[in-house]
């Protein structure tokens, strides 16, 4: 079974430019999740899609943060314009929406962020 | 409000000596625990989860867990720790069956096992 599916998996970028990350989840996952990971913090949950709906993006910064998942598979990250403090790594997760809490998350490997 | 606190930054265990990662957290229902691991450079890896039943949980790698709903716990652990088992180790919890609600992580613990 493949996994899930990041690129790039580095870049590196001024600030106030943009930026797009993809993601392609473990086939047949209907929930896939965004994070991101500052150095020395657990993940942050940035917005989670059930099939193409957004289930919960309370911690996206939508004034520069958008995220996509049209068809319900592939999912698109996009920072606009960035700032110096969004340097981090972006993981996308996926699990399946059976059995709903009760299952894991599987990640991508994720993409490191840096903002000069 | 859920949380969890991973009340160590650093463990150092030599090879060969038992391990514990240690986890506690504050929910207002019943938990759903879980442990992942992060290896440098790579993503995350679940390893274990405590949903009902058993307060030991055993998982990949020869790690197991304990659920201590009285002390509000979930400890990670391992009888003999090797080298490799050197990466970062996160705790998550969940309030209930439903996937909508977010899952919460702890801070993370490094781990370090000295040959």
């Known amino acids: 079974e493949a996994g899930v599916a990041q690129s790039p998996r580095y870049k590196i970028i001024e600030k106030r430019q943009s930026v797009a990350f993809w993601c392609n989840p473990i086939?047949?996952?209907?929930?896939l999740y965004w994070y991101q990971q500052i150095l020395g913090q657990g993940p942050k949950l940035l917005i989670q899609?059930?099939?193409?709906?957004?289930?919960?993006d309370s911690q996206l910064p939508k004034d520069r943060f958008s995220a996509e998942r049209l068809k319900g598979v592939d999912s698109t990250l996009k920072i606009q314009p960035a700032k110096l403090e969004d340097s981090a790594v972006y993981l996308c997760?996926?699990?399946?929406?059976?059995?709903?809490?009760?299952?894991?998350?599987?990640f991508g490997p994720g993409t490191r962020l840096t903002v000069l | 409000a859920q949380s969890v606190a991973q009340p160590e930054d650093q463990v150092n265990v030599a090879e060969g000596n038992p391990l514990t990662v240690k986890c506690t957290y504050s929910?207002?229902?019943?938990?759903?625990l879980f442990w992942y691991v992060q290896y440098p450079n790579r993503g995350l890896q679940f390893l274990l989860k405590?949903?009902?039943?058993d307060n030991l949980v055993k998982g990949s790698y020869g790690f197991e867990a304990e659920f201590n709903k009285s002390q509000t716990s979930f400890h990670l652990k391992k009888p003999s720790a090797l080298v490799s088992d050197s990466a970062l180790y996160f705790c998550?919890?969940?309030?209930?069956?439903?996937?909508?609600?977010?899952?919460?992580w702890g801070a993370g613990t490094k781990l370090i096992i000295k040959p």
């Open positions: 086939s047949g996952h209907a929930t």
């Open positions: 997760a996926s699990s399946t929406r059976l059995a709903g809490g009760k299952n894991e998350q599987f």
């Open positions: 405590y949903i009902t039943g």
């Open positions: 929910v207002s229902g019943n938990p759903y």
């Open positions: 998550a919890v969940r309030e209930g069956e439903d996937s909508n609600y977010q899952l919460i």
């Open positions: 899609f059930q099939n193409n709906g957004v289930v919960d």
